[in-house]
T-cell receptor
Framework: DQQVKQNSPSLSVQEGRISILNCDYT??????FLWYKKYPAEGPTFLIS?????DKNEDGRFTVFLNKSAKHLSLHIVPSQPGDSAVYFC??????????????FGKGTRLSVIA | GAVVSQHPSRVICKSGTSVKIECRSL??????MFWYRQFPKQSLMLMAT?????????EQGVEKDKFLINHASLTLSTLTVTSAHPEDSSFYIC???????????FGEGSWLTVV
């Protein structure tokens, strides 16, 4: 049973346009969500996170939106750049004050930004 | 920014031998570290949660006697693959949770090839 789902395995976007990556979750205990970017044969790089007490968090070109009622979050990248081409993982955890809980990852979405 | 260093990045070993992979948090303390394994074109699969000064917690299906984890200090966790077999060949990634907050940072990953 997958608790974090990224239903789109791949996404192609024109350079300069907006990239929207989606993520759904089933576990209502999750209270912290993160997005990671990953290149082949490298570890994931942290991009942006959001706590369940917020519905939006913005950092430069990256914005994460959280819809708790729908158990859905999305990552918006605008404007998209060729260097953004990578696999993006959505991750979730619970018990923010407990350091012991691991991240639960989605399967990732491969973003290709076309020049 | 926060950095997690993983070493070695690539290692080739013979069947039956043991290999140690190190994971260090370079500019923060991490009471909790996580070890993941990634198969080609698949998501990150959590192997175990490592807590400084105590025994690691292994996920179901992960052999604790085969994948030995030691978290002897607040900045270092090691994963030792014992009696390695070719099917242990994979990409292993560690991550560390910054004790000051909730973000988890990943190492660069280690490619293990067992011949």
């Amino acid at each position: 049973d997958q608790q974090v789902k990224q239903n789109s395995p791949s996404l192609s976007v024109q350079e300069g346009r907006i990239s929207i990556l989606n993520c759904d979750y089933t576990n209502s205990m999750f209270d912290y969500f993160l997005w990671y970017k990953k290149y082949p044969a490298e570890g994931p790089t942290f991009l942006i996170s959001i706590s369940s007490i917020k519905d939006k968090n913005e950092d430069g070109r990256f914005t994460v939106f959280l819809n708790k009622s729908a158990k859905h979050l999305s990552l918006h990248i605008v404007p998209s750049q060729p260097g953004d081409s990578a696999v993006y993982f959505c991750a979730a955890s619970w018990g923010r004050n407990s350091g012991n809980t691991p991240l639960v990852f989605g399967k990732g979405t491969r973003l290709s930004v076309i020049a | 920014g926060a950095v997690v260093s993983q070493h070695p990045s690539r290692v080739i070993c013979k069947s039956g031998t043991s290999v140690k992979i190190e994971c260090r948090s370079l500019d923060f303390q991490a009471t909790t570290m996580f070890w993941y394994r990634q198969f080609p074109k698949q998501s990150l699969m959590l192997m175990a949660t490592s807590n400084e000064g105590s025994k690691a917690t292994y996920e179901q299906g992960v052999e604790k006697d085969k994948f030995l984890i030691n978290h002897a200090s607040l900045t270092l966790s090691t994963l030792t693959v014992t009696s390695a077999h070719p099917e242990d060949s994979s990409f292993y990634i560690c991550s560390a949770r910054d004790d000051r907050g909730h973000t988890i940072y990943f190492g660069e990953g280690s490619w293990l090839t067992v011949v």
